[in-house]
């Protein structure tokens, strides 16, 4: 299969054999393409796997054992020199504390935004760049472009893999020297490469969730660090109407299921989560995915990330741009004022289910200009 792929380093004015650029090898797909596509571009390619969860217990939710077996498979068929590191202290200490004390204040955080922060685009880059990289490259589907002497994220060409969200938290320093070879590729061309070429990994299936969770229940994997506090659900107006085992296990907007027949003398319409309430430790439902008591239209965060900060708005004046929630939802207009070292985002149309923990991501076009925690909502 020909592609036409832009040099990946057109700013270094070193010729692509006297590059080393070491590769984040996952055991994917896209990290196995994206090790391919810059050999194929006469770099020096090495591979890193890295391990950030010692499973204490051997059960079959490690799948780390596997996924190396798959990163060297890959390597050697593309004659790579693969390292191998263990970064779980690490990861314990920056990704998986604060994680846990999150849910413990009852908020929903996002582990993968802080492993890109702390692990991959620092620890990582840092080992790597003692291995002697150059440059880093990893299989996320974004791009970066250079801008008044800044490198500045982009989306990934492929609208329904972009992962700039998860990227947001990253310093322009750390992608000045980092490649994203896959960021012009959309992922069904980036199977149909693997497999043209004999990759074990052409097939692997996506990988969901949190990385240290893997396929086991999320309920079962919290409860072992954090005790549940059952308490009750009340309705809108306060009204008892069932019981939960702790409010650490509900996400604003989720669908809460409440016993089989539903609440006596309520219409069989389905609940949903509309506040957690920590003071009495109360998870309050409505009925109905569209209820108004879901929706807010303005946010406030915590310390703003601006990926390139000599670039960013200087907020003097109300800035307009779009903004992301979560992941997987459609850019949405809004408007960001100052508030501290935070922002305030108004949206123009009330948005669902926003959640404090998660990250606001924003931006201009093309462009990612970073983002911040969810600190709180409200609806005017
Ligand atoms: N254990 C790991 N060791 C080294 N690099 C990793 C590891 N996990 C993820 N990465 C790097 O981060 C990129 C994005 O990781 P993510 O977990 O989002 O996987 P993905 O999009 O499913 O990619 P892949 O198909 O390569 O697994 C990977 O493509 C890889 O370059």
Redesign the pocket.
């Known amino acids: 299969m020909a592609i036409e792929i832009a040099p990946f380093t057109p700013n270094d004015p070193r010729p692509a054999n006297e590059i080393t650029v070491i590769?984040?090898?996952?055991?994917?797909?896209?990290?196995?393409v994206?090790a391919l596509l810059l050999k194929q571009q006469g770099y020096k390619v090495e591979g890193?796997?890295?391990?950030?969860w010692d499973e204490d217990d051997g059960t079959e939710y490690c799948t780390a054992m596997t996924?190396l077996m798959d990163a060297a498979a890959v390597c050697q068929k593309l004659d790579i020199h693969l390292h191998t590191a263990n970064f779980a202290r690490q990861y314990w200490d920056n990704v998986f504390e604060y994680f846990l004390e999150e849910y413990k204040a009852c908020r929903t955080p996002n582990p993968?935004i802080l492993c890109n922060r702390e692990i991959?685009f620092k620890v990582?880059l840092e080992y790597a760049k003692k291995l002697g990289a150059d440059y880093i490259?990893?299989?996320?589907?974004t791009r970066t472009s250079q801008h008044e002497g800044c490198t500045q994220l982009r989306k990934g060409l492929d609208p329904n893999k972009d992962?700039s969200y998860?990227l947001h938290a990253v310093g322009e320093q750390e992608f000045a020297q980092t490649l994203f070879p896959i960021g012009d590729i959309e992922k069904p061309q980036v199977r149909a490469i693997a497999e043209e070429r004999g990759l074990v990994?052409h097939n692997?299936k996506?990988?969901t969730g949190i990385?240290f969770i893997g396929e086991r229940r999320f309920k079962d994997f919290l409860e072992t660090y954090l005790p549940a506090q059952p308490g009750v659900i009340v309705d809108e107006n306060g009204v008892e109407i069932g019981k939960h085992q702790g409010l650490m296990y509900h996400t604003i907007g989720q669908r809460q299921g409440l016993g089989i027949g539903g609440v006596p003398g309520r219409p069989e319409a389905p609940w949903y989560v509309a506040e957690k309430r920590l003071q009495t430790n109360q998870l309050v439902v409505v009925q109905g995915s569209n209820h108004p008591l879901l929706f807010s239209n303005e946010l406030t965060t915590g310390a703003m990330h601006w990926i390139n900060p000599r670039l960013a708005p200087t907020l003097s004046e109300p800035f307009r741009c779009t903004a992301k929630t979560r992941y997987r939802q459609p850019e949405q207009w809004c408007t960001l004022t100052a508030n501290g070292d935070g922002v305030i985002a108004v949206f123009d149309e009330p948005q669902r289910a926003v959640t404090p923990g998660q990250s606001a991501v924003f931006y201009q076009g093309d462009i990612c200009l970073g983002g911040a925690v969810i600190e709180t909502t409200r609806k005017h």
Do not use: I, R
């Open positions: 590769v984040g090898m996952s055991g994917g797909v896209d990290s196995s994206s890193l796997f890295m391990k950030n996924d993968d991959k990582f490259a990893t299989g996320h589907y992962q998860f990994t692997k996506d990988s990385c």
